[in-house]
């Protein structure tokens, strides 16, 4: 199976600020590396897939990047409404596998 | 518009098995590329997962769970059953369904989730 290792595990920001979340896959899986948001006590939503699409409805200052074996989430500007868990994802063999997450809490 | 609800048992014993059925509408399972995935999160821990079953029925499975789960599809009344055998107290979780959608050999998104249910395992 494919590990995916999440860095940090959380991090305190404030609204305004610039977010940067990494992932890390175990062997290469080119650019299939989807990212999700979850909320307490809700399912998670797809934000990015295949490592930099937005995921339509998505807005524009989350953006992700990396290939092989590394990957980045942004959040350009921090908004009250991002403070959650975010998951990285791989899709290029099965099992899939998601990273342990990252939670964003407020400073 | 594409939804997905999870239905099952809240409790179940150890040692029993759960079955969970997973009712959506919005999609056809017929569809080349779309396919149903579970996916599993115990409490404050992070997502699981666990199987999914595809447009032409191939099936895959959790490494570590594979010998426990089986999952099926009647496409004609739009449901995914996913059975768990052997229950135990660390499968206390709450479980998803959700939609993936496959583009080509590798690019997989799991796009519309269930809003899960929980499930507890105690005697």
């Known amino acids: 199976d494919i590990q995916m290792t999440q860095s940090p595990s959380s991090l305190s920001a404030s609204v305004g600020d610039r977010v940067t979340i990494t992932c890390r896959a175990s062997?290469?899986?080119?650019?299939?590396l989807n990212w999700y948001q979850q909320k307490p006590g809700k399912a998670p939503k797809l934000l990015i897939y295949?490592?930099?699409s937005l995921q339509s409805g998505v807005p524009s200052r989350f953006s992700g990047s990396g290939s092989g074996t590394d990957f980045t989430l942004t959040i350009s500007s921090l908004q009250p409404e991002d403070f959650a868990t975010y998951y990285c994802q791989q899709s290029y063999s099965t099992p899939r596998t998601f990273g342990q997450g990252t939670k964003v809490e407020i400073k | 518009q594409v939804t997905l609800r999870e239905s099952g048992p809240a409790l179940v014993k150890p040692t029993q098995t759960l079955t969970l059925t997973c009712t959506f509408s919005g999609f056809s399972l017929s569809t080349s590329g779309m396919c149903v995935s579970w996916i599993r999160q115990p409490p404050g821990k992070a997502l699981e997962w666990l199987a999914r079953i595809d447009w032409d029925d191939d099936k895959y499975y959790s490494t570590s769970l594979k010998t426990r789960l089986t999952i099926s599809k009647d496409t004609s009344k739009n449901q995914v059953v996913l059975t768990m055998t052997n229950m135990d107290p660390v499968d206390t979780a709450t479980y998803y369904c959700?939609?993936?959608?496959?583009?080509?050999?590798?690019?997989?998104?799991?796009?519309?989730w269930g809003q899960g249910t929980t499930v507890t395992v105690s005697s």
């Open positions: 062997q290469n899986i080119i650019i299939y």
């Open positions: 959700a939609r993936a959608r496959h583009y080509g050999d590798y690019l997989e998104v799991m796009d519309v």
């Open positions: 295949a490592a930099s």
